[in-house]
């Protein structure tokens, strides 16, 4: 997308800004940290000016590649390989279905999205909550919310960083769900939080404290700006980016000054708005844009790199449908490795879709499918096999294309009718009525993953010990 000597353009930027503007740290432990480190104040008590020189020996101390653990080894992922991997929509504060419509998030809904996220191999890990459950009290919603996540899936999960009680709780759970003590959490890093800034330039006290929680722990830290040409960002593109940058690079800083190591990622949510109505758009040219661009800094990092699927759609149509395509291409040509919001987001991130999830589930087994290397040489192409299918045969019967499909690990889903033979036979459904067939069979045919009942029992224990002591204080 752009050339080394733009890409050189925009590191440079991101520094200017960062030693003559500074970033507001509204957190004293965090302000403290980067003072003691040489940071100066800017000119507000809690505005950080911060060096090009921090920056760049902080740049030495971060990590390239590394594991995220599972409960379930097999679902152990790592982050800056080529291994991409794709998470279900976060933090939607509504759910909706054909059946029942669009309704506020509740624990119900909350509980069989992660069942649908465990039941595709497509997906995997849960970042955060697919939608928010406002039925239960958010001074005990985290714990609820953490123990369905290491109970009905066996998958990575993520932690919520909204105060320092709730990482806390977060790190206990992942404990007990692993059998780790602290010292073998520290080795093998097994939760992750989205650290999202206050742009423009602004870091708040809790998302400080999730920063230095999780790095003094070795877990992974994703810092992603939500940065809004137009809005809370320049309105040109390369305004955004050197924004984007210099809050990614602020965050990193006081991630390596915690701990130098600590699991590190390079967030990237720069879009535009429509600037007839403020409202935010995605997989849009400039949405698209900025992945692409945005992978090239976090290469120029040597940091994994996360973006997302997004779309602003208000139903399970066209609309949606491109909008995600466009995204995903982004996305992918960025060569991310950590996908956010891959399955159900609908309008902006306000709803999370039963249909939705799993026609983008389709969707990114197609991209997969997309990813694959292509065969080189004679015995892995099958040169019998192709022959044979010029002569009457089909490429879908071939052993060498079965095989592939195995190997990406497909799950049926919109192509496929089941006990049809074919779409009139079905019924002709349109797409949406078809995805709404397909996700209740995935949550009819959903098994819990195996778990020690003396794990499930230390869990349950917690969560009736802390839900008595009345969880996190909160005045909201």
Not at 11 to 16: A, C, F, N, R, V
Not at 170 to 190: M, T, V, Y
Not at 288 to 314: D, E, W
Request: charged residues 20%; glycine residues 8%; contains cysteine.
């Amino acid at each position: 997308m752009l050339s080394e000597d733009e890409i050189e353009f925009i590191h440079e930027s991101s520094l200017k800004v960062l030693e003559q503007i500074g970033v507001e740290v509204m957190s004293a432990e965090g302000r403290e940290l980067l003072l003691r480190a040489g940071a100066t104040r800017g000119k507000a008590d809690d505005v950080i000016l911060i060096d090009r020189g921090m920056v760049e020996e902080c740049l030495k101390t971060t990590r390239n590649s590394f594991k995220l653990h599972a409960r379930n080894s097999d679902n152990t992922i790592e982050f800056g390989t080529d291994q991409i991997c794709f998470a279900p929509v976060g933090s939607a504060p509504h759910s909706s279905d054909m059946d029942r419509g669009r309704r506020s998030g509740n624990h119900s809904d909350y509980r069989d999205f992660l069942r649908l996220a465990q039941q595709l191999n497509i997906i995997h890990l849960t970042s955060g909550y697919p939608v928010e459950p406002i039925d239960i009290h958010p001074s005990i919603r985290h714990i609820e919310c953490l123990i369905d996540l290491a109970v009905l899936t066996d998958k990575v999960f993520h932690a919520y960083s909204l105060g320092r009680q709730r990482n806390l709780d977060a790190l206990e759970i992942i404990k007990i769900a692993r059998g780790l003590d602290d010292e073998q959490l520290s080795r093998e890093p097994s939760l992750l939080t989205i650290i999202n800034s206050n742009s423009p330039l602004r870091l708040d006290a809790n998302m400080v404290t999730g920063i230095i929680e999780m790095s003094l722990r070795n877990q992974v830290v994703v810092l992603t700006p939500f940065t809004l040409s137009g809005a809370m960002a320049p309105v040109t593109l390369a305004g955004a980016l050197t924004q984007q940058n210099a809050e990614v690079l602020s965050g990193l800083v006081i991630s390596q000054l915690t701990s130098p190591g600590a699991p590190f990622v390079y967030g990237a949510f720069t879009s535009n708005v429509d600037m007839r109505s403020g409202a935010p758009a995605f997989g849009t040219p400039e949405y698209m844009k900025a992945a692409l661009a945005s992978g090239q800094l976090a290469r120029r990092y040597r940091l994994p790199f996360r973006s997302s699927n997004t779309n602003a759609a208000n139903s399970v149509d066209a609309q949606s449908a491109y909008e995600s395509v466009f995204s995903l291409w982004g996305a992918i040509n960025g060569h991310a490795h950590f996908i956010l919001h891959a399955a159900g987001w609908m309008e902006g991130g306000l709803t999370a879709s039963f249909e939705k999830f799993v026609m983008d589930a389709d969707m990114l087994q197609m991209i997969s499918e997309y990813m694959l290397p292509i065969p080189i040489n004679e015995e892995e192409v099958g040169i019998d096999a192709m022959f044979q299918a010029g002569h009457g045969g089909h490429f879908f019967g071939t052993d060498h294309t079965q095989k592939r499909y195995r190997d990406a690990f497909y799950t049926p889903m919109i192509s496929d009718w089941r006990n049809f033979e074919t779409w009139s036979e079905a019924g002709s459904p349109q797409a949406m009525e078809h995805a709404n067939t397909l996700y209740k069979a995935l949550l009819a045919e959903y098994e819990e993953p195996p778990i020690d009942p003396a794990v499930r029992e230390q869990l349950e224990d917690y969560r009736v010990r802390r839900i008595e002591q009345g969880g996190v204080k909160t005045d909201f």
